[in-house]
Nanobody, 115 residues
Framework: QVQLAESGGGLVQAGGSLRLSCAAS????????MGWFRQAPGKERELVAR???????YYAESVKGRFTISRDNAKNTVYLQMYSLKPEDTAVYYC?????????WGQGTQVTVSS
């Protein structure tokens, strides 16, 4: 069982930055693939970035060059550093953990980017 808790969301002006954190419970954090997803009003949830247990990375095209995902296995935490934020980045951001599929989800944190 893994419990996830996101933090770091908030209101920021376009062009600003935020760092999201996701703290995980459990002793096997390092074995999980971790992902950041987001869901904007009226839209489907989408994968923003992921980092595998071995450290391989994936970014959605819309955030490449602006967002950076990282993990600290000693702290059981995964981060999403977001730069050059745009109004279209406004969404609830969720972290997720899984081995084959993402079976564990956090409650989400709101990110609002004003123009």
């Amino acid at each position: 069982q893994v419990q996830l808790a996101e933090s770091g969301g908030g209101l920021v002006q376009a062009g600003g930055s935020l760092r999201l954190s996701c703290a995980a419970s459990g002793r096997t954090f390092s074995s999980y693939n971790m992902g950041w997803f987001r869901q904007a009003p009226g839209k489907e949830r989408e994968l923003v970035a992921r980092i595998s247990s071995s450290g391989s990375l994936y970014y959605a095209e819309s955030v490449k060059g602006r967002f950076t995902i990282s993990r600290d296995n000693a702290k059981n935490t995964v981060y999403l550093q977001m730069y050059s934020l745009k109004p279209e980045d406004t969404a609830v951001y969720y972290c997720a953990a899984g081995i084959v599929q993402y079976g564990y989800w956090g409650q989400g944190t709101q990110v609002t980017v004003s123009s």
